[in-house]
């Protein structure tokens, strides 16, 4: 019995498909045998979820995706052993066994013929046998995007492997024997040169010279004629030998080409798209001949770089060059042109006697070796275009990888350059570096402390790796103390690696130091800034520039990595980069610092004010000081964009109220104050309880009563939000008794409104009237007619709790004539969401349809999605009373997707409801509005 049917066995290079002592182990459909193919591939390593995703969806990704590879990983697990298959963070693993695999077999066969170097002829018989082994097609029955991703590197093993048996067989004198094969190769690769030329030696070894002449001949036109370029060394070098009638060479002629890159960084990880790039680039066909790998210091440019061009070497069978011009190293100097091209000049084994003076000669010199080989050139860490030009190839055969920190615009537009550019790592990507370097177990057991690590370094690369050094030197420590020494003030101090080129610090500063005064300015305050990123309006009045300035400035900083712009108009950088900002600013002029970040929160504060009163236009007033000189607020149009710039600008709004420095109180309750309104209609419940904290904190430093009871009443509301009532309850009525105190009468109506949403969420429905009527009453004294009509609203509202339903509908269509007389279209939708619930409890629910359905319009058009989600959930509940099943489950699954966005309490009772059917057993109270002001 074959020894290869006893056991297990997988197979990847023909069908994916595994054997169990030879009888097949069914596995399903394409997508189990894509994730199965994927994890071989990886053997005994994890591979991140996201890869398996990538690999067995392509770019299209159901929503359910997670939950789908679960389901498949499960069963392959099932079929194979549970313990065939782990799951470790941030994916899965197999464990494969010596002899299991058949790719493993085919490259241990290749391995022990290239050992066999005395004897030609052994050497193409253990590699005839090796391919063998390779039925193909590889990886069949897996996806289109397995098949794309992963086949063309299988195959180049494969090609790799002929192509030395081929030489093997040429070299023991068997021609007759290959020529067969050649041509079935050549037919298959027919830009292929090496294959050419071994077919045209094996023709020549035959006797049959003149077949192998329209070889070249017809291989010459097709490169010609389809990828303009003429054919390489290996190819002319072959058809010379034949036009001598050289009969004592019956191999490819040798020769010798520079194969100069570095060795590739242990523990590489992800970068797939970025490699798919790269592999399209230098696709044959493609046009590009120069490729820009672009990133910020540390991001693991040159990583990439390697690593892609170790993969790609075969395509470039006449050399890899490779130059370190140093464009940005702590270290020294960047290299000149001059000594670049003598480098290559070098490396291409030009003897010093052929070398000229002149640089312009030398270039020439260089250009010329180049001119008639299929060469790959990495210019690793350029500084700027202008190094590069000089050392590009002049022959469209040669393909160049540059990679730099700057954006290198001008090889882009003038040569045509095709840009990829480098982010950070992705957090699963983080997470697989640290597993690669300090072993997946150490990183399973501590996953808070390894997302810490992650979080603190950035994501970013070089930071990772001079963590994962300093925590394999100390195996025995947990990484939660490293996690809490990154943690520590002065983070950067942690990230040096020992050397200039793992100082984190010097890294950066080289970049800092290319940067011309007024921009290398422009960078220091955006330390100031507690990102995630700044618009060009809000970084002209932090720097106290006009926009075009600041613009300017933000497109250089962004040109050399010192920046990213995530989505138009907007600029950001990691948390790294802003704290070394923030290092170089901390150490500057403090007068200056103060008055950033004055011009800063005025920006931000008057222009949140003019927005909110976008969105709320009979909202109470607060008089914040006049801002600052150089300061230049924006002015949103109308409510739909105050709606898109605070969805823009909360993130930052949030973090200024949170962190912004002592003595500048008043700014942040003013800043908490002017996000009520967008967060009762957006949601994002965590951040308006502690902005509203911070809020009241401030207020302790403030003068007067009123800014306390402000912060105390708009927290109470988002405790009532998030469903803690007495904490909503005990603010609301500590508020109301400053109000009261110093007769502020509006504030009081406010807080009245908002204790009767809080006593009805609670049960207390005759309260919950009371305060309504309360608010009703001080609204009247007041003489505002709009809100006390809302405050109607409310009292009919209650009525229809208590199942006054008659008393309901007077109150909220008498209200509802006012509010439309006001034009107070918000109120409009509150009201006719009321009428909706009162037509339902009626027993009315077509009625109930047409109120919720006009309400959900009101309630879109304002943007309000707390609002939008909750009449949904109460039009659900109509469609079921109507016969309408199909209109309901999707009115819940509208509502469910809202209150999912908005992190709702909500949403678990609505996901029930679905589980089960559909079909609530009542309606819920709207969020009602209760200008909170």
Same mark, same amino acid.
């Given at each position: 019995?074959d020894?290869?049917?006893?056991?297990?066995?997988?197979?990847?290079?023909?069908?994916?498909?595994?054997?169990?002592?030879?009888?097949?182990?069914?596995l399903?459909?394409?997508?189990?045998?894509t994730?199965?193919?994927?994890?071989?591939?990886?053997?005994?390593?994890?591979?991140?979820?996201?890869?398996?995703v990538?690999?067995?969806?392509?770019?299209?990704?159901?929503?359910?995706?997670?939950?789908?590879?679960?389901?498949?990983?499960?069963?392959?697990?099932?079929?194979?052993?549970?313990?065939?298959?782990?799951?470790?963070?941030?994916?899965?693993?197999?464990?494969?066994?010596?002899?299991?695999?058949?790719?493993?077999?085919?490259? *241990?066969?290749?391995?022990?013929?290239?050992?066999?170097t005395?004897?030609?002829?052994?050497r193409?018989?253990?590699?005839?046998?090796?391919?063998?082994?390779?039925?193909?097609?590889?990886?069949?029955?897996?996806?289109?995007?397995?098949?794309?991703?992963?086949?063309? *590197?299988?195959?180049?093993?494969?090609?790799?492997?002929?192509?030395?048996?081929?030489?093997?067989?040429?070299?023991?004198?068997?021609?007759?024997?290959?020529?067969?094969?050649?041509?079935?190769?050549?037919?298959?690769?027919?830009?292929?040169?090496?294959?050419?030329?071994?077919?045209?030696?094996?023709?020549h070894?035959?006797?049959?010279?003149?077949?192998?002449?329209?070889?070249?001949?017809?291989?010459?036109?097709?490169?010609?004629?389809?990828?303009g370029?003429?054919?390489?060394?290996?190819?002319?070098?072959?058809?010379?030998?034949?036009?001598?009638?050289?009969?004592?060479?019956?191999?490819?002629?040798?020769?010798?080409?520079?194969?100069?890159?570095?060795?590739?960084?242990p523990?590489?990880?992800?970068?797939?798209?970025?490699?798919?790039?790269?592999?399209?680039?230098a696709?044959?066909?493609?046009?590009?001949?120069?490729?820009?790998?672009?990133?910020?210091a540390?991001?693991?440019?040159?990583?990439?770089?390697?690593?892609?061009?170790?993969?790609?070497?075969?395509r470039?069978?006449?050399?890899?060059?490779?130059?370190?011009?140093?464009?940005?190293?702590?270290?020294?100097p960047?290299?000149?042109?001059?000594?670049?091209?003598?480098?290559?000049l070098?490396?291409?084994?030009?003897?010093?006697?052929?070398?000229?003076?002149?640089l312009?000669?030398?270039?020439?010199?260089y250009r010329?070796?180049?001119?008639?080989?299929?060469?790959?050139?990495?210019?690793?860490?350029?500084?700027?275009?202008?190094?590069?030009?000089?050392?590009l190839?002049?022959?469209?055969?040669?393909?160049?990888?540059?990679?730099?920190?700057?954006?290198?615009?001008?090889?882009?537009?003038?040569?045509?350059a095709?840009?990829?550019?480098?982010?950070l790592?992705?957090?699963?990507e983080?997470?697989?570096?640290?597993?690669?370097?300090l072993?997946?177990?150490?990183v399973?057991?501590?996953?808070?402390?390894?997302?810490?690590?992650?979080?603190?370094?950035?994501?970013?690369?070089l930071?990772?790796a001079?963590?994962?050094?300093?925590a394999?030197?100390?195996?025995?420590?947990?990484?939660?103390?490293l996690?809490?020494?990154?943690?520590?003030?002065?983070?950067?101090?942690?990230?040096?690696?020992?050397?200039?080129?793992?100082?984190?610090?010097?890294?950066?500063?080289?970049?800092y130091?290319?940067?011309?005064?007024?921009?290398?300015?422009?960078?220091?305050?955006?330390?100031?800034?507690p990102?995630?990123?700044?618009s060009?309006?809000?970084?002209?009045s932090?720097?106290?520039l006009?926009?075009?300035?600041?613009?300017?400035?933000l497109?250089?900083?962004?040109?050399?990595?010192?920046?990213?712009?995530?989505?138009?108009?907007?600029?950001?950088?990691?948390?790294?980069?802003?704290?070394?900002?923030?290092?170089?600013?901390?150490?500057?002029?403090?007068?200056?610092?103060?008055?950033?970040?004055?011009?800063?929160?005025?920006?931000?504060?008057?222009?949140?004010l003019?927005?909110?009163?976008?969105?709320?236009?009979?909202?109470?007033?607060?008089?914040?000081?006049?801002?600052?000189?150089?300061?230049?607020?924006?002015?949103?149009?109308?409510?739909?964009?105050?709606?898109?710039?605070?969805?823009?600008?909360?993130?930052?709004?949030?973090?200024?109220?949170?962190?912004?420095?002592?003595?500048?109180?008043?700014?942040?309750?003013?800043?908490?104050w002017?996000?009520?309104?967008?967060?009762?209609?957006?949601?994002?419940?965590a951040d308006?309880?502690?902005?509203?904290?911070?809020?009241l904190?401030?207020?302790?430093?403030?003068?007067?009563p009123?800014?306390?009871?402000?912060?105390?009443?708009?927290?109470?509301?988002?405790?009532g939000?998030?469903?803690?009532?007495?904490?909503?309850?005990?603010?609301?009525?500590?508020a109301?008794?400053?109000?009261?105190?110093?007769?502020?009468?509006?504030?009081?109506?406010?807080?009245?409104?908002?204790?009767?949403?809080?006593?009805?969420r609670?049960?207390?429905?005759?309260?919950?009237?009371?305060?309504a009527r309360?608010?009703?009453?001080?609204?009247?004294?007041?003489?505002?007619r709009?809100?006390?009509?809302?405050?109607?609203?409310?009292?009919?509202?209650q009525?229809a709790?208590?199942?006054?339903?008659?008393?309901?509908?007077?109150?909220?269509?008498?209200?509802?004539?006012?509010?439309?007389?006001?034009?107070?279209?918000?109120?409009?939708?509150?009201?006719?969401?009321?009428?909706?619930?009162?037509?339902?409890?009626?027993g009315?629910?077509?009625?109930?349809?047409?109120?919720?359905?006009?309400?959900l319009?009101?309630?879109q058009?304002?943007?309000?999605?707390?609002? *939008?989600?909750?009449?949904?959930?109460?039009?659900?509940?109509?469609?079921?009373?109507?016969?309408?099943?199909a209109?309901?489950?999707?009115?819940?699954?509208?509502?469910?997707?809202?209150?999912?966005?908005?992190?709702?309490?909500?949403?678990?009772?609505l996901?029930?409801?679905?589980d089960?059917?559909?079909?609530?057993?009542?309606?819920?109270?709207?969020? *009602?509005?209760?200008?909170?002001?």
């Amino acid at each position: 019995m074959d020894d290869r049917n006893r056991g297990r066995r997988y197979h990847l290079l023909g069908p994916v498909t595994v054997h169990d002592d030879g009888v097949p182990v069914p596995l399903g459909g394409p997508k189990p045998r894509t994730i199965l193919a994927a994890l071989l591939l990886n053997a005994n390593r994890v591979v991140p979820e996201e890869q398996l995703v990538a690999l067995t969806w392509g770019e299209k990704w159901p929503a359910t995706v997670r939950g789908q590879v679960q389901v498949y990983v499960s069963g392959l697990r099932q079929r194979l052993g549970p313990a065939t298959i782990v799951r470790r963070p941030p994916g899965y693993l197999i464990t494969v066994r010596p002899g299991e695999l058949d790719l493993h077999d085919f490259d *241990e066969a290749v391995a022990s013929a290239q050992r066999e170097t005395g004897d030609p002829a052994a050497r193409a018989d253990l590699l005839r046998r090796a391919l063998a082994r390779w039925p193909g097609p590889e990886l069949g029955g897996t996806t289109e995007a397995m098949r794309a991703a992963r086949g063309p *590197e299988l195959r180049e093993r494969r090609l790799g492997a002929a192509e030395e048996w081929y030489d093997a067989e040429l070299a023991a004198g068997r021609h007759a024997e290959v020529v067969g094969p050649l041509w079935q190769a050549v037919r298959a690769e027919p830009f292929r040169e090496r294959l050419h030329a071994q077919l045209m030696l094996a023709l020549h070894g035959c006797g049959r010279t003149a077949e192998a002449l329209e070889v070249y001949a017809a291989v010459r036109a097709r490169l010609a004629d389809e990828l303009g370029v003429d054919p390489g060394v290996v190819l002319r070098r072959a058809q010379q030998l034949l036009l001598r009638g050289d009969d004592s060479q019956s191999a490819a002629p040798p020769v010798t080409v520079p194969r100069q890159l570095p060795a590739e960084l242990p523990g590489f990880v992800g970068r797939t798209r970025q490699l798919a790039d790269l592999d399209a680039a230098a696709r044959p066909g493609s046009g590009a001949r120069i490729v820009v790998v672009t990133g910020t210091a540390g991001v693991g440019k040159t990583a990439l770089a390697v690593r892609w061009a170790h993969r790609a070497h075969a395509r470039f069978p006449d050399g890899q060059l490779y130059v370190d011009l140093r464009g940005f190293d702590p270290g020294g100097p960047a290299m000149t042109a001059a000594e670049a091209v003598r480098g290559l000049l070098d490396a291409l084994q030009v003897p010093a006697g052929r070398i000229p003076v002149g640089l312009d000669a030398q270039v020439g010199l260089y250009r010329s070796l180049l001119a008639d080989r299929r060469v790959l050139v990495v210019l690793d860490n350029a500084r700027d275009a202008d190094q590069v030009r000089p050392v590009l190839p002049g022959a469209a055969s040669c393909f160049t990888l540059v990679t730099s920190r700057a954006d290198l615009a001008g090889l882009v537009a003038a040569q045509g350059a095709v840009p990829v550019p480098l982010d950070l790592f992705s957090p699963a990507e983080a997470c697989q570096m640290l597993a690669r370097r300090l072993g997946a177990d150490r990183v399973r057991r501590e996953p808070r402390a390894v997302q810490d690590i992650i979080s603190a370094s950035a994501r970013l690369p070089l930071a990772l790796a001079v963590v994962a050094a300093r925590a394999a030197g100390r195996p025995s420590f947990p990484l939660s103390t490293l996690a809490a020494e990154l943690r520590a003030h002065h983070r950067l101090d942690r990230f040096d690696g020992g050397g200039p080129r793992s100082d984190l610090r010097a890294v950066l500063a080289v970049s800092y130091r290319t940067l011309d005064a007024g921009t290398a300015r422009v960078f220091r305050l955006l330390g100031l800034h507690p990102g995630p990123n700044v618009s060009v309006a809000a970084a002209a009045s932090l720097t106290g520039l006009d926009e075009g300035a600041a613009r300017r400035a933000l497109v250089t900083l962004t040109r050399a990595h010192l920046l990213d712009e995530p989505s138009p108009g907007r600029f950001g950088m990691h948390d790294l980069l802003r704290e070394y900002a923030a290092e170089l600013i901390g150490s500057g002029d403090g007068e200056g610092r103060r008055a950033a970040t004055h011009r800063m929160l005025d920006h931000y504060l008057h222009t949140a004010l003019a927005a909110d009163r976008l969105l709320n236009p009979r909202r109470e007033a607060i008089a914040p000081v006049p801002p600052r000189s150089g300061t230049r607020p924006e002015a949103p149009a109308d409510a739909r964009e105050a709606m898109r710039w605070f969805g823009a600008e909360h993130p930052v709004l949030v973090a200024l109220v949170l962190t912004t420095p002592a003595g500048f109180d008043a700014h942040r309750w003013q800043l908490a104050w002017a996000l009520v309104t967008y967060f009762d209609r957006q949601g994002h419940w965590a951040d308006y309880v502690a902005v509203h904290h911070a809020a009241l904190d401030a207020t302790e430093h403030d003068a007067g009563p009123l800014p306390r009871a402000h912060a105390l009443r708009n927290l109470g509301r988002a405790y009532g939000l998030l469903r803690r009532l007495p904490e909503a309850d005990s603010h609301l009525r500590q508020a109301l008794a400053l109000y009261d105190h110093h007769g502020d009468d509006a504030g009081a109506a406010h807080v009245h409104g908002n204790l009767s949403w809080v006593a009805e969420r609670d049960g207390r429905f005759r309260d919950a009237l009371h305060h309504a009527r309360e608010a009703m009453r001080r609204y009247e004294r007041l003489g505002d007619r709009v809100m006390a009509a809302n405050a109607l609203n409310t009292v009919g509202w209650q009525h229809a709790q208590l199942g006054e339903l008659d008393q309901a509908f007077r109150d909220c269509r008498a209200a509802l004539a006012l509010l439309r007389e006001a034009g107070d279209r918000f109120g409009e939708a509150v009201t006719w969401d009321s009428l909706g619930y009162i037509h339902q409890r009626r027993g009315e629910p077509r009625e109930a349809v047409a109120g919720y359905r006009r309400a959900l319009e009101l309630f879109q058009e304002a943007g309000d999605l707390n609002n *939008e989600g909750q009449t949904l959930a109460k039009l659900a509940a109509a469609y079921d009373l109507t016969g309408e099943p199909a209109l309901a489950r999707r009115s819940r699954q509208e509502a469910l997707r809202i209150f999912d966005g908005l992190g709702h309490p909500d949403a678990g009772k609505l996901r029930a409801e679905l589980d089960r059917g559909g079909r609530a057993t009542d309606a819920e109270p709207v969020q *009602e509005r209760d200008c909170t002001a």
